[in-house]
């Protein structure tokens, strides 16, 4: 019987991916849904190739545009919709729509699928308590796509073990800047913040990988997936983005995960889990563990990674004033409206906000509640810098 399945932000860099594995094995796939924001002629095209009946095209705009076009396929233009396209649960769904926007969407499939790959880190770092208890009411299973939150969840077959480890280190590459004095950071342009050395993925997430917001975040996404607290998670400088963690026992024994620097594997293996097809292709790569460079962060060259500092033990809204902070930031210096040097200064002093900080006593109960915070945080930085 063919896998059902459903991509969320299929357009994207990872809802791509998704697309380019499964086109070796289209057969064994019925994709009942594909979803994008404004890129409308991609998701039609991926439509007709995989003979998708349902597309949520979430951009007024071009959701018009499609329906004028009066095709035999359903089009919604929100998410409202789910149960009349999922019939009955579907065997996976990816989670790949870019930033806080991921949330609800993601929230919303749970129920219709046996099994679901999360991408989307802002539904992780802002929502976890919610998430879990709607996969565990709907016996949902879960795998983080995250290539670092992959490798260890891979590395820890049976969850009990985690209770046996004493550290974690998530690598990071140390992004575009790594290597540039610090000197030069006043002169970075947004070109330079979104060339990513290493991995290919959209602009905003290649911003957060310049500035090593993206490390704060899979700190904290780690935090929530594997339920430690932020002392146990360490961030390693690692160029080569070969190793993507390291997980150290307290029995004395240490597991490193490494793979090639292709988000293609963490996403293979959250659909197919046993299936070999990277067996042909990927050999291990001697030269590069022969090679393996890991070093601590530079906080005075990346301060935003002091962030972890502050972020409460108990999960809380806090985390939704983070990722909102830093998505309205990230918004405006790809609007050219601050540069990259003013970013840890402008991040620091705003979460510093008495109204922002009351938020770390408070534990999310719903979605929506997220949803209004971010536009009110989104609101009062932007009424600031615009
Ligand atoms: P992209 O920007 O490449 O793609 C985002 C996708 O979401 C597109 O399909 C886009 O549609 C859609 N989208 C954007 N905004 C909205 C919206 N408001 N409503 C509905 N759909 C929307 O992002 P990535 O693929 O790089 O990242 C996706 C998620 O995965 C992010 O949360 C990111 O942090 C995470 N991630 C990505 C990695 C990577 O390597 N790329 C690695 C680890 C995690 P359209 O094309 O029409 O704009
Ligand atoms: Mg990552």
Same mark, same amino acid.
Do not use: R
């Given at each position: ?248 026992? #307290?029995?004395? =024994?240490? +597991? ?8 293609? %594997? !963490?996403?293979?293996? &959250?659909? *197919? $889990? ?21 070093? #601590?962060?530079? =906080?005075? +060259? ?8 502050? %972020? !409460?033990?108990?999960? &809380?809204? *806090? $985390? ?67």
């Amino acid at each position: 019987m063919k896998k059902k399945i459903a991509i969320f932000g299929s357009t994207g860099s990872i809802g791509k991916s998704l697309i380019e594995i499964i086109k070796h094995d289209k057969n064994n796939f019925e994709i009942i849904l594909l979803t994008a924001n404004k890129n409308y002629s991609k998701l039609l095209n991926q439509a007709k190739i995989y003979k998708v009946k349902n597309l949520i095209i979430t951009d007024k705009k071009s959701y018009e545009i499609v329906k004028k076009k009066k095709l035999k396929i359903n089009i919604y233009n929100n998410f409202d919709n789910l149960n009349k396209i999922f019939k009955n649960k579907i065997d996976y769904v990816m989670s790949a729509i870019s930033g806080i926007d991921g949330l609800s969407p993601t929230f919303q499939s749970i129920k219709y699928t046996k099994k679901i790959g999360i991408a989307n880190k802002e539904s992780i770092i802002c929502a976890w308590n919610i998430l879990k208890k709607e996969l565990n009411k709907n016996n949902t299973k879960f795998i983080p796509v995250d290539s670092e939150h992959f490798s260890i969840w891979s590395a820890l077959p049976n969850k009990k073990i985690i209770n046996n480890v004493d550290e974690i280190f998530i690598t990071a590459s140390g992004g575009p800047f790594y290597k540039l004095p610090i000197s030069k950071f006043s002169k970075i342009t947004i070109k330079d913040a979104t060339s990513h050395p290493n991995w290919k993925m959209g602009k905003k997430i290649s911003v957060d990988s310049s500035t090593m917001m993206n490390k704060v975040f899979e700190v904290i996404e780690a935090k929530n997936i594997f339920n430690l607290p932020i002392s146990k998670l360490k961030i390693l400088i690692h160029p080569e983005s070969y190793l993507h963690a390291i997980i150290k026992f #307290k029995n004395g =024994l240490s +597991k490193m995960i490494v793979h090639e620097t292709d988000m293609k %594997i !963490p996403i293979f293996n &959250s659909i *197919y $889990e046993n299936k070999e097809y990277y067996k042909k292709i990927s050999k291990l790569n001697l030269n590069k563990l022969n090679n393996l460079n890991l070093k #601590k962060p530079n =906080l005075k +060259k990346f301060p935003l990674i002091k962030i972890l500092q502050i %972020i !409460p033990e108990k999960f &809380s809204l *806090y $985390e939704t004033i983070l990722v909102s902070t830093n998505d309205t930031l990230v918004e405006l210096f790809l609007k050219n409206k601050i540069n990259f040097i003013s970013f840890p200064k402008v991040f620091e002093s705003l979460i510093k906000l008495k109204e922002f900080k009351k938020y770390k006593n408070k534990v999310p109960t719903k979605i929506d509640q997220i949803i209004k915070l971010n536009k009110l945080v989104q609101l009062n930085i932007k009424s600031i810098y615009t």
